[in-house]
């Protein structure tokens, strides 16, 4: 049995397909299961630490989000007969990163608890998630044709969640992963404005990007991020301004299918910029 935490998020729920698909026995951890939606395959239980035999009786591979992970859990899992972590990690974890970045300490903090657990694990890091084009949806859903956002210029390699989540399949089901870090990101860069444009051809619609001062930048650029962490995320924006990402082949080498593509993604997900 494997259990996903998390299960109800982007890469979690792609995860919980995708194991059921191949024929693997899933658990689906969620807060809320009666609103989880999830396939009826799964064995979908409430994520109530506080009963690790609920979660964890039977399981042997666990898949973990940074902010479920904590020193009982872990030694409740292990007690329970987990012997396998998966965690999806950052790229902001590496050597010479900035170690006071709030998404570095959550991350590396995760880390260090499952290193500590006695469990194998399994690190995955991925960079800038497609996802996070998101934030432009509520502009284009109101029908007009320019976008507003910052840093115009700023390049990331956006991963499709759907393809963290084939490689964490491979994690969970093949062996010989086990103390590995792996670093995740889409095939090519493309910049703030660039993701804008892509997301209208999708639409069928031109789209415009207009850059706007970060120091104006709120809640109603970026709806699905915590105020607390916005000036640090505009930091890291600021610095990619520009810069060539990084960009790794480890989708392709672990799954044998090339990374999609920003592109194949906007079209992926054209519903959620549509009005």
Known sequence: MIAVTGATGNVGRALVDRLLAAGAPVR???RDPARAGLPGRAEVVAFRPDDPAALFTGVTKLFLYAQAVTAPL?????????????LLSSGLVQEGADETHPIHVMHATAERHIRDSGLAWT???PNAFATNALQYAPQTRAGGDTVRGVYADA?????????????AERV?????HEGAVHRLTGPAAVSNAGQVAAIGDALGRKLTFEEVDPAEAGRDLFPYVEPQMLGRLLETVAQSVGVPPEITGTVENLTGTPARTF?????DHVADFRP
């Open 74 to 86: 872990l030694a409740a899992a292990r007690e329970h007969g987990v012997r396998h972590a998966v």
């Open 28 to 30: 689906a951890l969620t």
């Open 123 to 125: 690190f995955l890091r």
């Open 172 to 176: 969970l089901l093949d062996d010989g």
């Open 263 to 267: 592109d194949q993604w906007t079209h």
């Open 155 to 167: 390049l990331s390699a956006p991963i499709h969640e759907d393809d963290i989540a084939a490689v």
